[in-house]
């Protein structure tokens, strides 16, 4: 059907041809325009080729129909055409017809019915239209001989579009090998199957990262402009596939192009942050009108009206956002020009001033420019977030370091005035508690500087993946332009679709990322008290691999054994995540710290570091645990190991609030926090019987 109304300024550039067909239809098709005669009514008697019709008016056109002077209302019903033709060509060589028509029609040669297509009726609502399309219909003039050429012809009775321009018939005429040698249409929908693909694509991917990001909003309005994108090209194949002139695919196919075209340049303007001016508004004003158009004027008309609007509208706020947002606004300026470019080419070769063969073959991947720019422009935004946010990583690791230093300075502080200060501990006390505040955030601070490290190890893979990805999807869109160019349609198809796998890999790995940087901000920010549905397995887990990397990121020579003994069955529990990861962080930095001074002073070469976290499910409660196989705590200093203040560790490595803040949270949740430990002699290769200490976190399942 699309070709159907593009045809009319494709054949106007070619030759018209008389009555005598000659060997200029070895190259090209020829276009039967002249001296035909018509007359309303229906006598199949004006077939017989001895029937007189001199009388009748005479008219020339490309498209067969009761001429404009004659009433419009006389143009219902059923026409005859009768016209008087020869061919010189010699015997071998076989004519065809390729005809358009908006009605139905009987083709007669010198009496003899041919072809019918549909069926001619002069009851409107009784004609059944037919249009062959490409079809090769065929032509079996005898040579050197004069032969009538009659059609009995009835226009489509549609009620819309109310003025359709050009309805009626278009009869083209070549030789066999000329009309084979043409592009087929199946190519043509082949071509807009490819686009249907991607389109689907993108839609998606659209929806994905909307989902993932819910807050950038323009992802769903991506999306939302793929979905009109995808209704259009299946209105496009309805009609491709069809002999009948549906107005309902055709109205589609105006309806969702307009729609989509605008919510592009919606978009566009949201991207490259263009007020919503006058000029905008005109644009949506106008394509609303124009929709109503499509019940009076032929789709094409107005798709092309407001096609070229949003172009040249995307082309000034391109060159305007230059200056403001360079990368983004060329994105979008090369597509656009690369549009303006091939539709300017479809139109000088329909009008013959230029010829590019079988351009129009391309027409589908024309509609996917636009759409295409908007995947590009996400993903080079999504690159310029990944280093953006190495860029902030790289910001805490130095703000932690600068706090840890912070932090053993006020502990040295702290330590030379309480012994200078022991007798006036009444009257600070105010003083005290305030000091004691800030020791609580530093604390929580040194906790976030160890994690840093291990953060840093562990977003650096998804990180170094969503790069490398990006920067090959860049290539292979690349070369898959280059495939299609070539009309290399399958390997195009398979260079989309390691595009597709790469685009669900950068998505994989930003989640990763994401998910990663949203439990160290949790870590960090201050505490709400708001309880959630934890994963008590999967927090326990993290923790532990975070506190590692960071210590490991410290001491490249440290290693430990980790071991882990996770119950499948707990599923989550309500708590406060801040705090019970805070705890479990501090258990499982301690138990690192002990491995690591047994290894240090120990001569035994066979000593194996090893910490252990594991989770059990009982009846009311779940406990958690952390063991290690260090030195143990001697039993003079156990009752103190939770008092506020108090650490084995040296000056500047420790402020003795840790377990002390541990022991409050757990109990302020309602659990309770509990320390084994042997410092016997024995086999520290057996857990269970060496050295070592185990604290056990129990928390209720229901509050």
Not at 196 to 215: E, H, K, N, S
Not at 351 to 366: E, G, H, R
Not at 370 to 383: K, N
């Amino acid at each position: 059907m699309l070709l159907l109304f593009i045809l009319p300024l494709a054949v106007a550039g070619q030759s018209e041809q008389s009555a005598f067909l000659d060997a200029d239809l070895e190259n090209q098709w020829g276009v039967l325009v002249n001296d035909w005669s018509y007359h309303l009514g229906d006598n199949k008697e004006w077939a017989n080729p001895n029937f007189n019709d001199s009388l009748w008016p005479k008219f020339s056109n490309v498209i067969l129909n009761v001429p404009d002077s004659v009433a419009k209302a006389n143009k219902k019903g059923i026409v005859w055409f009768r016209k008087k033709i020869k061919t010189i060509l010699p015997l071998n060589q076989q004519l065809v017809l390729r005809i358009h028509q908006t009605g139905a029609s009987e083709i007669y040669l010198d009496g003899q019915l041919i072809h019918q297509l549909g069926r001619v009726s002069a009851a409107q609502d009784s004609i059944i239209y037919y249009n062959p399309g490409r079809d090769l219909l065929s032509f079996p003039l005898v040579p050197q001989k004069d032969q009538i050429l009659a059609i009995r012809y009835a226009n489509d009775p549609s009620q819309f579009p109310v003025f359709a321009s050009d309805t009626g018939m278009i009869l083209r005429v070549a030789t066999l090998s000329h009309a084979n040698a043409d592009p087929p249409l199946l190519n043509y929908k082949i071509r807009y199957y490819i686009v249907l693909g991607v389109a689907i694509f993108m839609l998606i991917l659209f929806l994905a990262y909307f989902f993932f990001f819910p807050t950038e909003k323009i992802n769903l309005y991506f999306a939302i402009s793929s979905l009109f994108f995808i209704l259009f090209i299946i209105a496009v194949l309805i009609s491709l596939n069809t002999h009948q002139r549906p107005f309902l695919a055709e109205f589609g196919v105006g309806f969702f192009l307009t729609s989509q075209a605008l919510l592009i340049l919606f978009c566009i303007y949201k991207i490259l942050k263009q007020r919503f001016g006058i000029l905008f508004w005109s644009v949506a004003v106008i394509a609303g009108l124009l929709i109503i158009l499509l019940f009076l004027f032929d789709y094409l008309l107005i798709t092309q009206i407001i096609g070229t609007i949003v172009l040249l509208e995307i082309l000034r706020i391109s060159i305007k956002s230059l200056k403001t947002d360079r990368r983004a606004a060329l994105i979008f300026l090369v597509f656009c020009v690369i549009n303006i470019a091939f539709w300017i080419g479809i139109i000088l070769d329909q009008l013959s001033v230029i010829t590019f063969p079988s351009l129009w073959l391309y027409q589908p991947f024309a509609f996917l420019l636009m759409p295409l720019s908007l995947a590009i422009y996400l993903g080079y935004t999504f690159g310029n977030r990944s280093k953006s946010l190495i860029n902030k990583l790289k910001e805490v690791e130095l703000l932690s370091e600068e706090n840890h230093r912070i932090l053993s300075t006020q502990n040295e502080t702290l330590e030379m005035q309480v012994k200078e200060r022991t007798s006036a501990l009444n009257t600070s006390l105010e003083n005290l508690k305030a000091t004691q505040s800030q020791l609580i955030q530093a604390e929580k601070m040194a906790s976030l500087g160890e994690l840093t490290a291990g953060i840093a190890h562990e977003i650096q893979n998804p990180l170094n993946f969503v790069n490398n990805f990006s920067e090959v999807s860049n290539e292979l869109l690349a070369e898959m332009n280059l495939e299609l160019n070539k009309g290399a349609i399958e390997e195009a198809k398979a260079i989309s679709e390691d595009i597709k796998q790469n685009l669900e890999k950068i998505a994989h790995h930003g989640k990763r990322a994401d998910g990663i940087v949203k439990g160290m901000l949790q870590h960090s920010q201050k505490n709400t008290g708001e309880k959630e549905f934890t994963d008590i397995n999967k927090l326990a887990d993290e923790y532990l691999r975070l506190a590692y990397h960071g210590l490991r990121a410290k001491d490249k020579s440290f290693n430990a054994t980790l071991e882990t003994d996770y119950d499948d069955s707990i599923g989550k529990i309500e708590i406060v995540p801040q705090d019970i990861g805070r705890v479990v962080l501090n258990l499982i930095t301690n138990a690192f710290y002990a491995v690591n001074e047994r290894k240090n002073e120990s001569n035994d070469k066979d000593f194996k570091p090893t910490v252990s976290v594991s989770t059990k499910k009982g009846k009311e409660k779940i406990q958690i645990s952390v063991k290690d196989n260090g030195n143990g705590i001697p039993k003079n200093i156990l009752d103190k190991i939770f008092q506020p203040f108090f650490t084995t560790k040296p000056t500047g490595q420790g402020t003795g609030l840790g377990l002390s803040l541990s022991y409050d949270i757990v109990k302020a949740n309602g659990g309770e926090l509990k320390v084994e430990t042997k410092v016997d002699e024995g086999n520290p290769d057996d857990f269970g019987k060496g050295k070592g200490t185990e604290f056990i976190i129990s928390l209720p399942i229901k509050r």
